[in-house]
């Protein structure tokens, strides 16, 4: 099937670096490039637009509140002919022999810089991409399979062949590993590099991964018509009632009561579970209607004919009265809507309202491959590669349980044992989309700089954790997350690599010291 096949790959040599491409062409010709007073040899299909110098402690366009410590040269260009990156290189003497991808969100079309910035500031090569487009332009995909598969996955190989190869023209040697880092669509980003180009980086960290992303997209769709159907019946705090009243109830189950659910799959809440009773008015309790919507809403998703699509959403996750995206109103069009409505459709206008998931569904893949959720990873494994997922409970926007399926997929396929020896999962209590939701939230993910006052050390980040492993290291057995307020931690606690589960065993709630490690049950 087109969603679990894995290219054919061909070997290249560009500067002295092995590169993986699909099929057998390599680049017949190089130009020069003069990168920061360096001349460098480059493939004809790079074009250099800007390299300029950043100096130590001076402003980095685009990234508010850095200033680097060390000198690095930023470099701008394309692929081919739209495909922009950056590519930003540490002087010879910081750099750490490593190369760093950074994927980025939703329907790409900007650069991440806040990790490029994390990663040179390390001593990385860093590169990022925005697939072939700009996010200003708001019709990228009317018309344009080129540009469907350059977003699906064919940038962001591109950018790792390519950028491999200028790094190791302009150092004088190759980069001896490369880690790819990124969160939602970053993260399905990085799942299609391990699945379909097992030779391009050796370590993968992946949050909110959107494994299935044409399923996903289609609760979307699906949510934004219940939305508008039923517009009025639960308001903003009526949905926090709920997700609140989950969390009330199953909260006590890992030991103690601190506002955070351990495992929301073991909590048995449900929204009639706050019907009003007789004598009993809103909005402390919910009407027939309002009960009626919210379990809606929270099941799993079925099609026209009543097949399942997803397991549905979890307790305790806090639903928007107004579907983020919302396309009944003047605003940006999110990629739910692009990719149906532009990638099928050609309409920018699209009405969402059209929508048909027997229909619409499998047409999405016959415009572009966003699944990512192929466990037969084979060569990834054998040539030891890495990979570490991670995922809030709480994210409503990519909901958790599909990455643990993914997970426990290679457990079937590889033995858990086996799977152990290669992958790491880490779910995160409370946390909402790639972070956010008033907890603990903060250990080394994508999407942002280092925070002060955190700490480097592979038990605080899972990027120092990946290169530990990489280096013969240990496997993470679990992370600590912190949360920051006035640029202070104010609230540690561990996560446990999956199975296992966190235990209170004695000490201060919010200091991670007073919890434990213990197995925990496959659900």
Not at 238 to 246: E, S
Request: aromatic share 8%.
């Amino acid at each position: 099937m087109l969603r679990h096949a894995i290219p054919v790959l061909a070997v290249a040599t560009i500067a002295g670096v092995a590169l993986f491409l699909p099929g057998s062409a390599a680049p017949a010709s190089v130009a020069t490039a003069d990168l920061c007073g360096v001349t460098i040899k480059l493939p004809a299909d790079i074009r250099v637009t800007k390299a300029v110098r950043v100096a130590a402690g001076e402003t980095v366009a685009g990234v508010p509140n850095y200033r680097p410590a060390r000198p690095f040269c930023r470099v701008e260009g394309v692929i081919e002919k739209e495909i922009g990156f950056e590519l930003w290189l540490p002087d010879t003497a910081h750099w750490n022999r490593r190369f760093l991808g950074a994927g980025v969100g939703g329907q790409a079309g900007s650069i991440a810089v806040r990790d490029l910035a994390r990663g040179v500031e390390r001593g990385y090569a860093a590169a990022s991409t925005d697939t072939g487009h700009k996010a200003s332009d708001e019709t990228w995909l009317m018309n344009r399979p080129d540009r469907a598969t350059n977003y699906a996955e064919r940038a962001n190989h591109l950018l790792v062949v390519k950028a491999k190869a200028i790094t190791a023209s302009y150092f004088g040697a190759p980069a001896r590993k490369a880690i790819f880092l990124g969160c939602s669509g970053g993260g399905r980003q990085a799942m299609t590099e391990l699945q379909r180009y097992p030779g391009d980086y050796d370590g993968i960290i992946a949050g909110a991964p959107g494994v299935n992303t044409p399923q996903m997209s289609a609760r979307r769709l699906w949510e934004m018509i219940q939305h508008d159907r039923y517009k009025g019946v639960l308001d903003a705090a009526g949905w926090k009632r709920i997700a609140d009243a989950a969390v009330a109830k199953c909260d006590p189950a890992d030991g103690l009561k601190d506002g955070l659910i351990e495992d929301p799959r073991r909590c048995d809440f449900r929204p009639a579970e706050l019907a009003c009773k007789p004598g009993q008015s809103t909005p402390n309790c919910l009407s027939p209607k309002q009960v009626e919507v919210a379990s809606l809403i929270y099941a799993p998703l079925k099609d026209e004919n009543g097949k399942g699509i997803d397991p549905g959403l979890l307790p305790g996750v806090p639903i928007s009265p107004v579907a983020v995206p919302e396309p009944f109103t003047p605003g940006p069009k999110y990629l739910a809507t692009v990719l149906f409505g532009q990638g099928i459709y050609s309409d920018a206008n699209w009405d969402v309202r059209k929508f048909r998931i027997t229909r619409d569904l499998p047409a999405i893949d016959r415009v572009m491959n966003l699944h990512a959720d192929n466990p037969r990873i084979d060569p990834f494994v054998a040539r030891g590669g890495k990979l570490i997922l991670y995922h809030g409970w709480a994210d409503a926007l990519v909901p958790a349980v599909p990455t643990i399926d993914y997970y426990q997929a290679l457990e079937k396929r590889f033995g858990p044992q086996r799977t152990r020896d290669f992958s790491r999962l880490f779910l995160i209590p409370g946390m909402d989309h790639c972070r956010g939701g008033g907890v603990p939230d903060r250990f080394g993910g994508a999407g942002g700089l280092d925070v002060e006052g955190a700490t480097r050390a592979a038990g605080d980040d899972l990027l120092t954790a990946m290169e530990q492993w990489l280096d013969g290291g240990p496997a993470p057995t679990q992370i600590r997350t912190a949360q920051f307020r006035d640029g202070k931690p104010v609230r540690t606690r561990p996560v446990c690599a999956f199975p296992a589960r966190v235990r209170y065993v004695n000490g201060p709630l919010d200091r991670a010291e007073s919890y434990t490690c213990q197995p925990g049950g496959r659900k």
